[in-house]
């Protein structure tokens, strides 16, 4: 079965051809058009331009991702679009194009929930960390992007229940905020890493001890998270007299100490998570699971605590059409054209 798997939610447009035959998934084509760089100027994507960047890029993308795929419009046999959450413009241009698709072709369409797409990547796609090749179940799912930070627990029938998010800035949200107070450009997180690891100008690392920023409700006993704080802990750092914007040192410093303190709260509430749920896996997807750093330091405590971790592929972590196209092959709940609508505050 060909699925074509569409996102549109924020600043890219996405579409991807999945192939499903004999419970295996393939994917063809992945193609991925960003409008990051009109944002760049205005250091935070702005709706309107966002989504006028989608209509001129999903005919195109959708065109490229048939292309790539050898396939044509027809071969297709199930449209996936990502329904919500996300800015209801750049929604609106995949919903309504698939609609129409949907109609004209007579094809069924499966609405996707973002968020989800960003869990079932990851059964495209495992990189195991260690050594069995398959996702276990009940598992543990980390979602970190520019928009959200959530754990869900989710079962083998794909059921889940959610166990706590973000009170108020999501993680990558959090590096976005902190890389425009230290001048970095956007998107942060990419940035932030960076000059953590490399220096800036390249030469010593940040160092991730430098500043002892709060883990904010590390120890809160449940699964939500707040980030805002901790923005607003390194706005202090660099309003202090002491602290010098100029010594390029510190900028790595203040990014790799702002970096370690997200990634503390983050590893310590999604093994918390795993140990409470007793489940053997965890995974982890959004933009923020394509950072290295958090990858390297999950692994080593799953690996201490005897859990399984599966990751996505950096360009599979932030947004793409091969995430909806997955997920909707799992989900497959299917919606005649004129069920789906575009739904910006959608959430589990
Ligand atoms: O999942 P995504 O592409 O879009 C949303 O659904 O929001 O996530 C984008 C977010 C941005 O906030 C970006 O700064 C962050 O993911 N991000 C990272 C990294 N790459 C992207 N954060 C930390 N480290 C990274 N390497
Ligand atoms: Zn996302």
Same mark, same amino acid.
């Given at each position: #079965?060909?699925? +074509?798997?569409?996102? &549109? ?16 998934? $393939? ?10 760089? #009109? ?26 991702? +048939? ?11 199930? %449209? ?20 129409? %698709? ?24 495992? &990189? ?5 090749? &398959? ?6 799912? %980390? ?19 959610? +166990?706590?998010? =973000? ?49 904010? #409700? ?51 509430? =999604? %093994? $918390? ?31 201490? #605590?005897?859990? $399984?971790?599966?990751?996505?592929? $950096? ?34």
């Amino acid at each position: #079965m060909l699925i +074509l798997g569409i996102e &549109t939610s924020c600043d890219e447009t996405a579409a991807a051809v999945v192939n499903s035959q004999n419970d295996q998934l $393939k994917l063809l084509s992945n193609v991925v058009a960003t409008s990051l760089q #009109m944002h760049q100027k205005t250091g935070g994507v702005v709706p309107e331009v966002a989504a006028r960047a989608q209509l001129e890029s999903i005919l195109p993308v959708i065109t490229k991702a +048939l292309e790539e795929a050898g396939l044509a419009l027809k071969d297709i046999d199930k %449209l996936a679009v990502t329904f919500g959450p996300g800015l209801v413009g750049p929604l609106l241009v995949g919903v309504e194009t698939v609609k129409a %698709l949907g109609l004209v072709l007579n094809k069924p369409i499966v609405p996707v929930n973002h968020l989800l797409g960003h869990i079932f990547i990851n059964m495209l796609e495992p &990189t195991i960390v260690d050594r069995l090749s &398959t996702i276990d179940f009940p598992l543990i799912a %980390l979602i970190v992007s520019g928009g959200h930070t959530d754990l869900i627990c989710m079962n083998k029938d794909y059921s889940y229940k959610w +166990l706590g998010g =973000t009170r108020d800035d999501a993680a990558g949200e959090a590096f976005d905020k902190v890389a425009r107070l230290l001048d970095l450009g956007f998107p942060g997180g990419p940035a932030i890493e960076k000059i953590a690891k490399e220096g800036l100008p390249a030469g010593r690392q940040g160092n991730p001890n430098a500043i002892l920023f709060p883990r904010p #409700m590390i120890n809160s006993g449940d699964f939500d998270f707040s980030f805002s704080g901790l923005k607003t802990a390194v706005l202090n750092v660099i309003q202090s007299t002491n602290y010098e914007l100029q010594a390029t040192s510190s900028k790595a410093d203040i990014a790799a100490s702002f970096q370690q303190a997200v990634i503390d709260v983050l590893v310590a509430k =999604t %093994l $918390k998570a795993a140990q409470e749920y007793e489940v053997g896996q965890i995974i982890i997807g959004g933009g923020v699971a394509a950072n290295e750093e958090l990858r390297k330091q999950l692994k080593t405590n799953c690996q201490k #605590m005897g859990i $399984k971790l599966a990751y996505p592929s $950096k360009s599979l972590s932030t947004d793409n059409g091969a995430m909806v196209a997955t997920a909707a092959f799992f989900l497959d709940k299917v919606v005649s054209p004129l069920e789906i609508q575009a739904t910006p505050g959608l959430y589990f």
